[in-house]
T-cell receptor
């Protein structure tokens, strides 16, 4: 069974640009969560989607948004990129009632 | 809100020894707690979880202890192996938080031969 797939693996963007990251969950998993990982702040929750609905949101500015499609695939978008948005963005998928979240390898975003 | 902290940023152990990684949390209203392992260049990997109504749970070579009185969580790894070298995170799931994980800062475990 394929794991969580995130694309692209690496991305370099310029300040002010926008970026879209993609996550394909494990087949059958309907919950997708996004996290930002930085050396200074650690792993921080961005948002969680289930059946195309955002159920939970972390404390990030409105520049960070996401969505989920009917096939459970999810995308997150960051607009007006800032240098501080440089981070590893991780996606996790899980069954609705499961505590076990499976993480992808992440997308390494560098903003220059 | 919930916050999760770890006692030590780095832990060095000899191969074959037991390792204990500690974690403190602030909010009593968490449904369960999870330990993750993250190797370089990879996403976090689920190790073991424990519900808030339990004190102890055992897995293969790992044991998680939960002390709700002092809001403390620990991960014990028996017979630590070089392959256990990684960063370990504890995470809490707030009540009603669905799949929202509040992560601690992480402890780097270094296993020496």
């Amino acid at each position: 069974k394929a794991g969580v797939t995130q694309t692209p693996r690496y991305l370099i963007k310029t300040r002010g640009q926008q970026v879209t990251l993609s996550c394909s969950p494990i087949s059958g998993h309907r919950s997708v969560s996004w996290y930002q990982q930085t050396p200074g702040q650690g792993l921080q929750f961005l948002f969680e989607y289930f059946s195309e609905t955002q159920r939970n949101k972390g404390n990030f500015p409105g520049r960070f948004s996401g969505r989920q499609f009917s096939n459970s695939r999810s995308e997150m978008n960051v607009s007006t990129l800032e240098l501080g948005d440089s981070a590893l963005y991780l996606c996790a998928s899980s069954l609705q009632a499961s505590t076990e979240a499976f993480f992808g390898q992440g997308t390494r975003l560098t903003v220059v | 809100g919930e916050s999760v902290g770890l006692h030590l940023p780095t832990l060095s152990v000899q191969e074959g020894d037991n390792s204990i990684i500690n974690c403190a949390y602030s909010n009593s209203a968490s449904d369960y707690f999870i330990w993750y392992k993250q190797e370089s260049g990879k996403g976090p990997q689920f190790i073991i979880d424990i519900r808030s109504n339990m004190d102890k749970r055992q897995g293969q070579r790992v044991t998680v202890l939960l002390n709700k009185t002092v809001k403390h969580l620990s991960l014990q790894i028996a017979a630590t192996q070089p392959g256990d070298s990684a960063v370990y995170f504890c995470a809490a799931v707030p009540s009603g938080g669905y799949n929202k994980l509040i992560f601690g800062a992480g402890t780097r475990l270094a296993v020496h031969p």
